[in-house]
Structures are given as C-alpha cells and as structure tokens.
C-alpha cells in the first residue's frame, strides 16, 4: 500500500540553522512527490513538486528513489517558515496520499 | 485571487443528526476533492470529483456519507447520521484538471459531533 511517513511530528531549530524535514515513502509505481504548507490561520497550499526541480522561499526537496526520500531542506531558517509542513504521494489520477505532518517552529 | 470557498466553517451537532457541507471550488476547476483531517494527522481523501463524476470514493464511508457535484460545480458533502468519531476537519480542493498535480484547498469545515 502507498504511504508516507514523517518521521518527527515536532521540529524546532534556531533562526539561520539549517532545516530538514524527513519523508519516506512507500510506492510501487513512478512516484510523483510533493510538500505541502499550512502557515497559522492559511489555508494548506502547496510549496514545491519534485518534478519542477525548483526551489521556492530556499526550500528544496530532491527525491531519492533508492532511499525512497524526499526530505525538504533549508540551509537558514527564518522565524517565518514556522508552519505545519506535509509531504505528499501522488498515485494515479493525482490521488494526493499525506503524511501526519512536521510542526516547524523557529525560535529566534 | 480566487480562491476554494467552503460553509460552514465550523459546525457543531449531536450525534445522529444529519449535517452537510458546501464546496465552491476555484472557476474552471474541472476536479474537485473532499479530505478529512484527524487532529494530529494528515488529510484523508474522501471523494474525488472529475465534473459531475465520481472518480474515487474508496475511501467515503458509504453508509453514512454521501458526496455529489450535479452541475459539475459546487459539491456537497452529508454525513446522516452523524457519530462522535465524525469530528474532524473537512477539507474541499480543487484542481484544473485531472491531471495537474496541484491542488488549492478551501479554508475547511470543522465539525464537533457530541
């Protein structure tokens, strides 16, 4: 069965450490991975796709098909990335499979 | 900027009642998907819509809920009757297209059931 697992439920590190949320994944198929973003009192939107390779407010996420990762990183927090973060698996017919999700908090 | 809308946002009701939920997805979105969120966990697709159509409802408890989209627009969502395990967060999305990845989600309902 699809899943994807996030490890830490809570995260908190100091503004200009660096940051990484973890997630594994278990997919039978061509995966198509996603992070996902809930700032305080936003709707969950959606941060970056693996395919699109790209980096958006620092953050990057390279899919790791033999570790079946795809951990999201920052190499310096700031104090407005604190949110609730998810990763996501996309099966067939862009069926969204989420994560329990990572509570980042950065103390200043 | 457009947005998902989504009524009521929050809904308190006692077990065994009926109670339904309003979805207005982003114009032009072709697909549209109800979510549940547990405290503590991630969303859990409940339906999927590609126009008036259901594409994936394996995972709608089927006895008591009930999902439709009649004009391929706005969607409903009724839980009869409902249970305590019912509270959770309601999630409406919608997409472009089926195929398109990303989803914008709607502001969520959340329900109590006491």
């Known amino acids: 069965a699809q899943r994807v697992t996030q490890p830490e439920k809570l995260l908190s590190v100091f503004k200009g450490a660096p940051v990484e949320l973890k997630c594994n994944y278990s997919y039978s198929g061509s995966p198509e991975l996603f992070w996902y973003v809930q700032y305080s009192r936003q709707r969950l939107q959606l941060l970056l796709r693996h395919i699109s390779r790209e980096s958006i407010k620092g953050f990057t996420a390279d899919l790791n098909k033999g570790e079946t990762s795809f951990h999201l990183k920052k190499p310096f927090a700031q104090e407005e990335d604190s949110a609730m973060y998810y990763c996501a698996l996309s099966q067939g017919a862009q069926k969204l499979v989420f994560g329990q999700g990572t509570r980042l908090t950065i103390n200043p | 900027e457009a947005e998902v809308a989504q009524s009521p946002r929050y809904k308190i009701t006692e077990k065994s009642q009926a109670v339904a939920f309003w979805c207005d997805p982003i114009s032009g979105h072709a697909t549209l998907y109800w979510y549940r969120q547990i405290l503590g966990q991630g969303p859990e697709l409940l339906v999927q819509?590609?126009?008036?159509?259901?594409?994936?409802d394996s995972q709608l408890p089927k006895d008591r809920f009930s999902a439709e989209r009649l004009k391929g627009v706005d969607s409903t969502l009724k839980i009869q009757p409902a249970e305590l395990g019912d509270s959770a967060m309601y999630l409406c999305?919608?997409?472009?297209?089926?195929?398109?990845?990303?989803?914008?989600f709607g502001p969520g309902t959340r329900l109590t059931v006491t």
């Open positions: 999305a919608s997409s472009i297209s089926f195929s398109s990845g990303e989803q914008y």
């Open positions: 819509f590609q126009d008036e159509s259901v594409v994936d």
